[in-house]
C-alpha cells in the first residue's frame, strides 16, 4: 500500500525549544516534498529534496532526507508562535510521478 | 503578480445539483491538478492535466469531471453523482511533468445545504 506516515500528527511546544517532525514513506522516491499551511489556507511549498543525504534549511526549519530509510525530518529548532501551523510532507513515486500526501502534522507552539 | 486564483472562495450545494470551481493561473504552467482536503487529512488527488484538451483521473474521481481547454484553466465541476462533496477543494498547477513543485491556490471550501 502506498502511504506516508507522518510522527506526530499534533504537536504542542513551548516556544524556544527543539523538535524534530518524522515523515516515512513506503516506496522508493528520490524527491520529498514539505508543504506549510495555516488554518483556512492553502498550502506554502517550504522544500523539495532532491536525493539521498540533501538537507535544506530555511530560517528555523531544516529539512532532510534519508531515500534507504525512506524516511524525511522537518527540524524546528529555538521554536517561535508564528511556526504554528500544520506542516505536510508527499513524496513522489519514482515508477509514475504521482505526488502521495501524509495527514499533516498539526504544529502549535505555546508563547 | 503571477498566481493561482480559484473562485469562489465558499460555495453552496444543493441536494442535485451540479456546481463548478474555477481555477485559473497565469504562471504559465503546463500542469494542473485538483486535490480535495477533508478535516485532519491529507490531499486526495482528483484530477490532473499535463496538456491542454489531455487529463488523468486521480484516487478520488469519480462523481467529478474537468476539463481543459486553455492552458491557464482547469475548472472542476462536483456531480450530483458525489455524494459527500462537503470538503476544501484546492487547485495546483507545477511547470512541466508531476515531480515538478507544485504551487497551490487558495481553495475553495464547498458545503452541501
Known amino acids: 500500500e502506498l502511504k506516508v506516515e507522518q510522527n506526530p500528527l499534533f504537536l504542542s511546544m513551548q516556544e524556544g525549544k527543539n523538535y524534530t517532525i518524522y515523515c516515512n514513506y513506503s516506496?522508493?522516491?528520490?524527491?520529498l516534498y514539505w508543504y506549510r499551511q495555516d488554518p483556512g489556507k492553502s498550502l506554502e511549498s517550504l522544500f523539495v529534496l532532491l536525493s539521498n543525504g540533501a538537507v535544506k534549511q530555511e530560517g528555523r526549519l531544516m529539512a532532510s532526507l534519508d531515500t534507504k530509510a525512506r524516511l524525511s525530518t522537518l527540524h524546528i529548532t529555538a521554536a517561535v508562535h508564528d511556526l504554528s501551523a500544520t506542516y505536510f510532507c508527499?513524496?513522489?513515486?519514482?515508477?509514475?510521478?504521482?505526488?502521495?500526501f501524509g495527514k499533516g502534522t498539526r504544529l502549535h507552539i505555546l508563547p | 503578480d503571477g498566481g493561482i486564483t480559484q473562485s469562489p472562495k465558499y460555495l453552496f450545494r444543493k441536494e442535485g445539483q451540479n456546481v463548478t470551481l474555477s481555477c485559473e493561473q497565469n504562471?504559465?504552467?503546463?500542469?494542473m491538478y485538483w486535490y480535495r482536503q477533508d478535516p485532519g487529512q491529507g490531499l486526495r488527488l482528483i484530477y490532473y492535466?499535463?496538456?491542454?484538451?489531455?487529463?488523468q483521473k486521480g484516487d478520488i474521481a469519480e462523481g467529478y469531471s474537468v476539463s481543459r481547454e486553455k492552458k491557464e484553466s482547469f475548472p472542476l465541476t462536483v456531480t450530483s453523482a458525489q455524494k459527500n462533496p462537503t470538503a476544501f477543494y484546492l487547485c495546483a498547477s507545477s511547470i512541466g511533468v508531476k515531480r515538478e513543485t507544485q504551487y497551490f491556490g487558495p481553495g475553495t471550501r464547498l458545503l452541501v445545504l
Open positions: 508527499a513524496f513522489c513515486m519514482n515508477r509514475d510521478d504521482k505526488i502521495i
Open positions: 504562471l504559465n504552467h503546463d500542469a
Open positions: 492535466s499535463q496538456i491542454v484538451n489531455d487529463f
Open positions: 516506496t522508493t522516491s528520490d524527491r
